[in-house]
């Protein structure tokens, strides 16, 4: 009994289904997409199939749109091969394809809207589907726009910081905002993001947001950037603008002042700048002060740039040393800061040199220098002569055995190590005295009758000698340290070549003399006569050589004893 129940239950069931499938099958049907996109711009083509039962043909075909007041419009009307074109809106712009899908060219955004295929097959019926055509079209590059005037961290009222545009787009975008790629959202009293949405005439939607927060003084870097957010082919697309920066006026909180170059490294003579740095902005006046005595204070703005907050002192000195005071006022709100720095400028000053014996000196005595200094810092001391040789190190230098060329002109030269360019040097005179010594006469001098010739004599001597000469003529003399030359121009004469002449040094110590010795000089021609002598002898001499030696070889003159006894016997008869 159960079992047949069961049977019959599922020959029903089979029934029923077979009975749907059949109507289903026996039924006019139309299938469209349900979304088409398209840039605007671009062509849009909507596909219509659609299915009559038993293959047959269709009677006409009805292309509609939905306007804004939900009624259809028709396109065009397809029977067989005729279309028929019934909207001026689109003229030019249809085609239906073999397929009978219709292509919209030069979209707009306007056109994004609901599109109906309707299709009539005579016994069949009617059948129809919708497919909504949306029109995208993607948003120009964000504009962004920061606070030009700056943005104060005082401010009561919640500052604005920046405005955003995105330009012709569709459909509309939606715009974030973001500070240091953080997300920014709105909060109370903090973050304000109002935006404004508005449909150009072309369709196209620009969207404009502004952002309103506060600030604090590290948001002097912060970089702000806003994005917009569209759909393009039902997927979420993004475009950043570009970062930009707002100016933040807070008021300082530190002062520093500091000494360039360094203090340490200060000497008398240098130019030097006190630089008083704020970490406000923008940045407070400047002004500078010298602590006096009895804890006064010297206005020294009038010779500081009170904008930048530098203070020039030119060719410093000992005096410049001491405490130096900047000082800042916030126009804003009227707060004042100081901040106090010490100069120290290095010197070098009471060189003294000590010179034992102090009394004169006599060649062959010893002599020792002594240098000293006064200065804040460590010195060295060098010793160099006249011509800037470095002849000793310390602050000592001791010379034995002194002569007239020893005297000459020491300096002991003073350094600050540890101050570059820190150095003094001061001079003095080290004269070895004694009676004069000649060191140089013109002598031999070989000179002729009536000849006009210069004769020399040079000595040494301190104190400075004079030159005096026997016999008359034009004197110059020439002095280089402790030198003095002595050039006479004279005529010669018969007495002078016979007697010489005389050079006399003297001084308040002794006296020198010299005698320089004239030669006569022979003319050329009594030499020319010489040397012919000379040679006549040479030839006679030769002569003679000659002719005894050619009577020894004939036998006349003979060699040995006998021979120089006839020779001597022949000679006395």
């Not at 006026?249 to 500091?258: C, M, N, S």
């Not at 006096?292 to 002192?313: C, M, Y």
Request: one cysteine or more.
């Amino acid at each position: 009994m159960a079992g047949g129940r069961w049977a019959a239950g599922l020959a029903l069931g089979w029934g029923c289904c077979l009975l749907l499938c059949c109507a289903a099958a026996s039924k006019l049907e139309v299938s469209m997409p349900a979304v088409v996109e398209v840039e605007s711009g671009g062509t849009a083509r909507i596909e219509c199939n659609f299915y009559i039962p038993g293959n047959d043909s269709y009677t006409y075909i009805n292309w509609f749109y939905i306007d804004h007041r939900n009624n259809r419009v028709r396109l065009c009307h397809i029977t067989g091969s005729e279309i028929l074109e019934e909207n001026v809106d689109y003229k030019g712009r249809l085609s239906v394809g073999e397929d009978k899908a219709l292509s919209i060219s030069r979209v707009t955004v306007l056109d994004a809207r609901t599109f109906v295929c309707q299709v009539g097959a005579g016994s069949h019926g009617e059948g129809e589907n919708r497919t909504e055509l949306r029109v995208y079209k993607v948003p120009e590059a964000p504009e962004i726009t920061a606070n030009p005037g700056g943005i104060s961290v005082q401010s009561s009222d919640i500052p604005q910081i920046a405005q955003c545009v995105s330009r012709n787009s569709f459909p509309h975008p939606n715009i974030t905002w973001h500070k240091n790629g953080e997300k920014l959202q709105p909060e109370d009293k903090m973050v304000k993001i109002p935006t404004t949405l508005t449909r150009e005439s072309s369709g196209l939607y620009t969207v404009s947001s502004t952002l309103f927060a506060h600030v604090t003084r590290e948001d002097r870097n912060s970089l702000y950037y806003c994005t917009v957010h569209y759909w393009l082919r039902g997927q979420i697309r993004t475009v950043e603008s570009q970062r930009v920066n707002v100016t933040v006026f807070y008021p300082a909180e530190h002062v520093k002042l500091q000494v360039m170059p360094s203090s340490a490294l200060v000497k008398e003579g240098d130019d030097i700048k006190l630089v008083c740095e704020a970490d406000g902005n923008p940045a407070p006046v400047f002004s500078f002060y010298k602590r006096e005595l009895e804890n006064s204070w010297q206005d020294l703005t009038s010779l500081a740039d009170t904008n930048s907050g530098v203070l020039n002192l030119h060719g410093v000195n000992k005096s410049s040393s001491g405490l130096y005071r900047c000082q800042t006022l916030d126009l804003d709100d009227m707060r004042q800061m100081e901040k106090d720095v010490e100069l120290v400028v290095n010197y070098i000053e009471g060189i003294r040199v000590k010179m034992e014996p102090s009394s004169p000196l006599q060649e062959g005595d010893s002599v020792r220098l002594s240098c000293d200094a006064h200065s804040p810092v460590a010195l060295d001391y060098q010793w160099r002569d006249e011509k800037g040789r470095k002849v000793a190190e310390g602050n000592q230098l001791f010379l034995s055995n002194l002569t007239f060329e020893t005297s000459s002109n020491f300096s002991c030269k003073v350094i600050a190590p540890s101050v570059p360019g820190l150095e003094r040097s001061k001079q003095v005179a080290v004269a070895v005295q004694g009676k004069p010594r000649i060191v140089a006469i013109s002598s031999p001098l070989y000179v002729r009758q009536d000849e006009v010739v210069n004769l020399t004599c040079k000595a040494i001597a301190f104190p400075r000698p004079s030159v005096h000469w026997n016999v008359n003529g034009t004197a110059h003399e020439y002095v280089e340290n402790q030198h003095i030359a002595s050039n006479l121009t004279v005529r010669v004469n018969h007495d002078l070549l016979r007697a010489g002449a005389m050079c006399r040094v003297s001084n308040a110590l002794g006296v020198s003399e010299k005698h320089i010795q004239l030669l006569d000089q022979k003319t050329p021609e009594s030499k020319g006569v010489i040397i012919v002598a000379i040679i006549v002898c040479i030839l006679v001499v030769a002569v003679l050589g000659s002719v005894i030696y050619f009577l020894h070889k004939k036998g006349k003159i003979s060699c040995g004893r006998a021979g120089k006894q006839d020779i001597a016997r022949n000679t006395s008869i």
